[in-house]
């Protein structure tokens, strides 16, 4: 099943959160089964997701376990909302081994990490067995809603290029501009299991056209 994951970054409200997510469910069809949608929302809207039924991620956790870490969040604890949670996102600028660390901690609290990395010759030393591998060049994220995708191409090229190097069932999503226009090309790829979409993913419509471009 491909993995359609929406990452939302550190975007809407409270009420601008149960609007997208009311709006969102209520263009949703019974017989998508092809797809499993998953919401990365801030950690304070977990709740707000997980009540909806649809998948949920965190964006970010602790590599500690627990005790006196003011302002971290565990996995312990996150565990409860989420069966998957985003590690090492480029933004956040953590080194391979901290990135490493949030993923074992993801996989003890058996929470699936979805662990970003930006080179594709690096993709075998982030993968675990029950990961999610995530990859994604800062110079195609989106800032501002300005698109600047790859060419599908390149991708296709480079995940074929990177599950050579895998085990045969890793997990392998692309990330940076997936939007409307491009997700039914993504969707083509055999390699890709997957986007994480970020900026395409704060107005519900424009999801939904993404994850029924890998529905159909
Ligand atoms: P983008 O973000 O879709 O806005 O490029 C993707 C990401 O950073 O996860």
């Known amino acids: 099943m491909k993995l359609v994951i929406a990452n939302w970054k550190m975007n809407m409200n409270l009420p601008e959160t149960t609007g997208w997510l009311e709006e969102f469910t209520r263009m949703q069809k019974n017989d998508s089964l092809a797809v499993e949608v998953v919401i990365a929302p801030p950690f304070p809207y977990l709740g707000e997701v997980k009540s909806?039924?649809?998948?949920?991620?965190?964006?970010?956790?602790?590599?500690?376990?627990?005790?006196?870490?003011?302002?971290?969040?565990?996995?312990?604890q996150i565990k409860d909302y989420c069966k998957y949670c985003i590690v090492g996102h480029s933004e956040r600028k953590e080194d391979k081994a901290a990135v490493l660390k949030k993923r074992n901690a993801c996989l003890k609290?058996?929470?699936?990490?979805?662990?970003?990395?930006?080179?594709?010759?690096?993709?075998?030393?982030?993968?675990a067995d029950g990961a999610v591998l995530a990859w994604e060049d800062p110079a195609n994220i989106s800032v501002g809603g300005n698109y600047k995708a790859k060419d599908p191409q390149e991708i296709d090229a480079?995940?074929?290029f990177m599950k050579k190097s895998l085990p045969d069932n890793a997990t392998l999503v692309y990330g940076g501009s997936v939007n409307r226009q491009?997700?039914?090309e993504l969707a083509n790829i055999v390699e890709l299991d997957g986007v994480l979409v970020g900026n395409a993913s704060l107005d519900p419509a424009h999801f939904m056209e993404i994850v029924e471009a890998f529905t159909l």
């Open 52 to 76: 909806t039924g649809l998948s949920v991620g965190a964006q970010d956790v602790s590599a500690l376990e627990k005790g006196a870490h003011t302002g971290e969040v565990g996995a312990f």
């Open 109 to 127: 609290a058996r929470i699936i990490p979805i662990v970003c990395f930006v080179e594709p010759a690096d993709a075998l030393d982030y993968y």
């Open 158 to 160: 480079e995940a074929t």
């Open 182 to 184: 491009n997700a039914k």
